[in-house]
């Protein structure tokens, strides 16, 4: 082997230790995790989403959804959650995550944790329009008096 790559690969490896070593940085697991990895991409890690770009703010705002039929199972059918590969059980599980780290006050007192059975019947039943979907929830839900954008 050459001297060149000999050092690159030596680098890396301790690039690698040196990272693996830092205390500052934070590992994520379950639900928490699928959220870094399928959803803050776009939402990210704080819930604020980029509205000027059409990805919605969760944060006060996102439990709103659970209080219309249609807008419980809509957050479940949402294009980033469904393109996942997700099995049932997890995105129930990164749903419920979102809900109940980004609603603040907004989240119903009579809120039920999503199920895998939920999951399953959502995923089978999506809207064909998005968009479109979303915007009637929110003219709903502003309608009822809860402010969602």
Do not use: W
């Not at 060149?4 to 990272?19: D, K, M, Q, Y």
């Not at 939920?118 to 009637?136: G, H």
Request: hydrophobic residues 40%.
């Amino acid at each position: 082997m050459s001297t060149r790559p000999a050092l690159i690969i030596a680098s890396a490896l301790l690039g690698c230790v040196a990272f693996a070593g830092r205390a500052d940085v934070k590992t994520y697991q379950g639900s928490e995790h699928d959220y870094v990895l399928h959803c803050s991409g776009c939402h990210s890690m704080d819930g604020s989403g980029h509205p000027e770009f059409g990805v919605p703010d969760f944060r006060d705002q996102v439990g709103h959804f659970l209080r219309l039929p249609e807008g419980r199972a809509f957050l479940m059918q949402v294009p980033g959650l469904m393109n996942a590969g997700l099995p049932d059980d997890r995105r129930a599980a990164v749903t419920n995550y979102v809900v109940t780290t980004f609603a603040g006050e907004s989240l119903p007192q009579d809120f039920r944790p999503y199920t895998a059975d939920e999951a399953r019947r959502f995923r089978d039943n999506r809207p064909a329009d998005v968009a479109a979907t979303r915007r009637q929830l929110y003219e709903q839900l502003n309608a009822l008096g809860y402010a969602v954008r």
